[in-house]
């Protein structure tokens, strides 16, 4: 077992681990032990933005589109002043292709993943239909997820 130090009042200090992508438990236990003022932690909560294997089940098929935002939430940062909104769409290669220029197209696919801006987002005409728990295939996407 690790050093890490037990709460008194809450001993493990357990929360459910949540995959971040899609808001599901991943069947993980997180172990919090004492944190700052021995707070209770949060029944379920995310550790890192690793996908559960559903979701990378789904982000192996294509191209993931995370929509960021530069404004702080409660999410840590994905890259340098860019915070993940909890939207993203897997899309295939054909259709990175048809809405970036060719260097950029083949830099996005070649990482698999790329982070727009909520403004890049809407002007690609990808749907802002964030929270509603949808999951759904539509124009031409391989599947689209909201959070
Ligand atoms: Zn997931």
Same mark, same amino acid.
Request: aromatic share 8%.
């Given at each position: 077992?690790?050093?890490?130090?037990?709460?008194?009042?809450?001993?493990?200090?357990?929360?459910?681990? @949540?995959?971040?992508?899609?808001?599901?438990?991943?069947?993980?236990?997180?172990?919090?032990?004492? @944190?700052?003022?021995?707070?209770?932690?949060?029944?379920?909560?995310?550790?890192?933005?690793?996908?559960?294997?559903?979701?990378?089940?789904?982000?192996?098929?294509?191209?993931?589109?995370?929509?960021?935002?530069?404004?702080?939430?409660?999410?840590?940062?994905?890259?340098?002043?860019?915070?993940?909104?909890?939207?993203?769409?897997?899309?295939?290669?054909?259709?990175?292709?048809?809405?970036?220029?060719?260097?950029?197209?083949?830099?996005?696919?070649?990482?698999?993943?790329?982070?727009?801006?909520?403004?890049?987002?809407?002007?690609?005409? @990808?749907?802002?239909?964030?929270?509603?728990?949808?999951?759904?295939?539509?124009?031409?996407?391989?599947?689209?997820?909201?959070?």
């Amino acid at each position: 077992m690790s050093a890490l130090p037990k709460s008194p009042r809450w001993n493990l200090n357990l929360s459910e681990e @949540l995959c971040f992508w899609c808001n599901t438990p991943t069947g993980n236990m997180i172990l919090n032990g004492l @944190l700052p003022n021995d707070e209770k932690a949060p029944e379920k909560q995310y550790r890192d933005y690793t996908p559960c294997k559903k979701c990378e089940g789904i982000m192996v098929t294509g191209i993931t589109i995370i929509q960021c935002t530069s404004v702080a939430n409660n999410f840590k940062q994905l890259q340098d002043g860019l915070y993940p909104t909890g939207l993203w769409t897997t899309v295939p290669e054909s259709w990175i292709k048809s809405m970036f220029k060719p260097e950029a197209a083949d830099k996005i696919i070649e990482g698999k993943a790329v982070n727009i801006t909520v403004e890049l987002w809407s002007r690609l005409g @990808l749907p802002n239909l964030i929270n509603s728990g949808v999951t759904e295939t539509m124009m031409g996407y391989t599947q689209t997820n909201f959070v």
